[in-house]
């Protein structure tokens, strides 16, 4: 059965550092795409980005560019997401979610909330 | 970049009716073009690809039509699990995804 399990929610003030994770099983973890999508309260669906975890090819939407680093471990078959300095308006569920034809497995979510 | 709307932002229905739901894209997609629905605190789920392919495990009432620039997705008979948001995904550039803005379905 495929799974893409997220780490839980995080609470942090602007500035500080964070990583969230997404650890995968039941499928070829290098075989797929791996993306990232923000989700603002009461707000829609937000690509950010997405991995290659075979070659750790990594992509990003214009508007995330710079603002996020998208990274992956084969080892340990788990992509993550990482911010050096958040922002207030980088609160939001970030899902990870596998790529096919579509995106056909999603992460749970992780909330993030960041406030002085 | 490719831009993706999608008709009605909401609308109100009732259990039975034909609900059918429109996303149109800037430039022409081929039949990249996928539905999502969202529930509440949930992750989306991955109804239809392709335009127009059922993803496994998903009701028959679901159906999706369209190529190029124009799709729709249609719910044949709504069902009380079916209010929800629905969302529709552009893949063409495979490295840019475009979300369409989404389409609340509630209760009449």
């Known amino acids: 059965e495929v799974q893409l399990v997220q780490s839980g929610a995080e609470v942090k003030k602007p500035g500080e550092s964070l990583t969230i994770s997404c650890k995968t099983s039941?499928?070829?973890?290098?075989?797929?795409?791996i993306g990232w999508v923000r989700q603002k309260s009461g707000k829609g669906l937000e690509w950010m980005g997405l991995i290659y975890p075979d070659d750790s090819d990594t992509r990003y939407t214009p508007s995330f560019q710079g603002q996020v680093t998208i990274s992956a471990d084969r080892s340990s078959t788990t992509a993550y997401l990482h911010w050096s300095s958040l922002q207030v308006s980088d609160s939001a569920v970030y899902f990870c979610a596998r790529v096919d034809y579509g995106i056909d497995h999603w992460g749970q979510g992780t909330l993030v909330t960041v406030s002085s | 970049d490719v831009q993706v709307t999608q008709s009605p932002s909401s609308l109100s229905a009732s259990v039975g009716d034909r609900v059918t739901i429109t996303c149109r894209t800037s430039?022409?997609?081929?039949?990249?073009l996928h539905w999502y629905q969202q529930k509440p605190g949930k992750a989306p789920k991955l109804l239809i690809y392709?335009?127009?392919t059922l993803q496994s495990g998903v009701p028959s009432r679901f159906s999706g039509s369209g190529s190029g620039t124009a799709f729709t997705l249609t719910i044949s008979s709504l069902q009380p699990e079916d209010f929800a948001t629905y969302y529709c995904q552009q893949s063409f550039n495979t490295l840019l995804f475009t979300f369409g803005p989404g389409t609340r379905v509630d209760m009449k």
């Open positions: 392709s335009a127009s």
């Open positions: 039941g499928y070829p973890f290098t075989g797929y795409w």
């Open positions: 430039q022409s997609v081929s039949t990249y």
